[in-house]
């Protein structure tokens, strides 16, 4: 079951990132390194890493 198949169209909100969500892109990424194929990275990076790497794209 796709995301898609759950959520309504009133329930989804695209935005841009911002500081506060990089836990949770790096929980998804790292559930992604460990058990996707899309990384050539073998174990998760931590999230400070993820989040000093958005504070300079700005």
Known sequence: MSA???LSETELEVRDALPDDVHAI???Y???VLHG???FEEVP???RRNASAYEKRG
Do not use: G
């Open 4 to 6: 898609i198949d759950v």
């Open 26 to 28: 790096a929980a998804i």
């Open 30 to 32: 790292a559930w992604h």
């Open 37 to 39: 194929r899309a990384s």
């Open 45 to 47: 990076p931590y999230h």
